[in-house]
Structure formats: C-alpha cells, structure tokens
C-alpha cells in the first residue's frame, strides 16, 4: 500500500485565490511527522511547513497552513492568496517514528503540479 | 551561506563505470542524506547518516555506497552504473528532528547512464 497518496495529478488556480493540496498517508506508527516541499521548476527543493502527529493544532507557515486530521489520516496542504511564483511541484512526505534514527527519512508522494494563472 | 553543496550538476555514464557524486554542507548538520528522484515520481532514501562514521542504508540502496568521515562531507559511489541509475541524485542534510527536521536540499545532481 502506498505510504503517501497524492490523487491530484495537477491543480489550477487563480492568482489571490486559495487552493488545497490534498494528501493521505497510512502509517501504523503513533509517531511520525509529515512535511510539504516545494520543487520549482528550477529543480531544487524548498521545506514549507511540517506537522507532527502528536501536535494538537494545524501548522501555519505565512501563507502555508496544514490541514491536520488525524482520524482520516490526512494532512492537506492549503496555500492562501496564490501567487504566480507559487507554480511549481509540490510533495507530502512522512517520517515515521521517532528519535533520532528516523529523523530525516521521508517517505515522498509523487507530487501535485500547481500553475497559478494570473 | 553556501548551505548544501553538490558536484557535478550534470553527468552522462557508460554502462559499468563508476563515479562519486559529492556532497558537501556547511552547517555542521549532524543528519545528511542521499535521495534518487526518477522522471515524474517523489524523491526516495538512498542512504542517510547520523554522524560523521555512522551510515545506514534506506529504501533503495542497491548499487550505491557511502562513506562519511566528517561531519561536512557525504559522498555517494556508484559501482558499475546501470540505465536504472538514471535519476536526479539530491543531498540533503538536517540538523534535528521535530520542527528542526526540516531538510536542507542540494542543487541536485542529474544522470544519466547510457
């Protein structure tokens, strides 16, 4: 079974507007974290905001808030007044377990492209 | 700040050789990995490091070995490349967990294996 599912393909929206990237994840671990990177076209790839699973409230990163709910295991990413630098790939990710020995070993999504029209 | 530092950017193998993509960062991080990215998919663990002589593998480490005898350098070898190798490489380290497990990425390393 897929760790990380990420069903949207590709998602459109309009500049200023805000748009939801959905992601679902199946762990059996009381203990993990979840992440959302940004990779531009440019290649690299940009942390945005991470999530843990005994956190009580959603993430917030400026303009990036997590949509945590646990009980269906998801974590959608919510991007507020969408900028046209905002297009670009974007990947959930998981990090199961804890200490120090897991930190850092993700298991990636196969991404959401997201174009920002003007 | 030169953060996480990757050579080459680009390189084309022949089938069966060999070569070293070289990872340097300047953070002092004490976690540092290599992930594989092929066309269109998420990126996966290749191996990661704890600490400067500690190395373990991930989720897919055959084909590939590492060495770290300091903190700042984690090269990635590739023994006898195939056309399966033919990926983005991305070094990556981090300096906790929690909300200080954000990774720090590389450039990237594109190659291609003909």
């Known amino acids: 079974a897929q760790k990380i599912t990420q069903t949207q393909p590709g998602m459109f929206v309009q500049e200023k507007e805000a748009v939801t990237l959905d992601c679902t994840y199946d762990?059996?671990?009381?203990?993990?974290?979840l992440f959302w990177y940004k990779q531009p076209s440019s290649g690299e790839m940009i942390f945005l905001i991470y999530q843990g699973s005994y956190d009580q409230q959603n993430a917030t990163e400026g303009r990036y808030s997590l949509n945590f709910q646990k009980a269906r295991k998801s974590a959608n990413l919510v991007i507020s007044a969408s900028q046209l630098g905002d297009s670009a790939m974007y990947f959930c990710?998981?990090?199961?377990?804890?200490?120090?020995?897991?930190?850092?070993?993700?298991?990636f999504g196969q991404g959401t492209i997201l174009t920002v029209h003007p | 700040n030169a953060g996480v530092t990757q050579t080459p950017k680009f390189r084309i193998l022949k089938i069966g050789q060999s070569m070293t993509l070289q990872c340097a960062q300047d953070m002092n991080h004490n976690y540092m990995y290599w992930y594989r990215q092929d066309p269109g998919m998420g990126l996966k663990l290749i191996y990661y490091s704890v600490g400067a002589g500690i190395t373990d593998k991930g989720e897919v480490p055959n084909g590939y070995n590492v060495s770290r005898s300091t903190t700042e350098d984690f090269p990635l070898r590739l023994e006898l490349a195939a056309p399966s190798q033919t990926s983005v490489y991305f070094c990556?380290?981090?300096?906790?967990?929690?909300?200080?497990?954000?990774?720090?990425f590389g450039s990237g390393t594109q190659l291609s294996v003909l």
């Open positions: 762990t059996s671990d009381p203990s993990y974290g």
């Open positions: 990710a998981m990090r199961e377990g804890s200490g120090g020995t897991s930190y850092g070993k993700l298991t």
């Open positions: 990556a380290s981090s300096y906790a967990g929690g909300r200080n497990e954000k990774l720090f």
